[in-house]
Nanobody
Framework: QVQLAESGGGLVQDGGSLRLSCEASGSAFSGMAMGWYRQAPGKPRELVARINPGGNTNYADSVKGRFTISRDNTKKTAYLQMNSLRPEDTAVYYC?????????WGQGTQVTVSS
């Protein structure tokens, strides 16, 4: 089994920055894809970013150039650096890990960007 501990959310002003962290336990971290989804009221859940075991990354078009996902295999932790935040980025962010088709989820962290 895999457990994820997520942290780093908070309240920032338009244009500010936050860094989310997601620490994994259980299976070999280096073999897991990692990423974040976000859920905002009135909007569908969307994939924000992901990083594959080999380090390749993907981003939603809405965050390209502003967000950066990375991983530290020694610390078994993934990071989502969020810069130039906008009010429309306000959501609960859920980190996840995936091995094959099996997915595990963090508890979620609230990100609020005020205008």
């Amino acid at each position: 089994q895999v457990q994820l501990a997520e942290s780093g959310g908070g309240l920032v002003q338009d244009g500010g920055s936050l860094r989310l962290s997601c620490e994994a336990s259980g299976s070999a971290f280096s073999g897991m894809a990692m990423g974040w989804y976000r859920q905002a009221p009135g909007k569908p859940r969307e994939l924000v970013a992901r990083i594959n075991p080999g380090g390749n990354t993907n981003y939603a078009d809405s965050v390209k150039g502003r967000f950066t996902i990375s991983r530290d295999n020694t610390k078994k932790t993934a990071y989502l650096q969020m810069n130039s935040l906008r009010p429309e980025d306000t959501a609960v962010y859920y980190c996840y890990t995936q091995t094959g088709v099996r997915m595990y989820w963090g508890q979620g962290t609230q990100v609020t960007v005020s205008s």
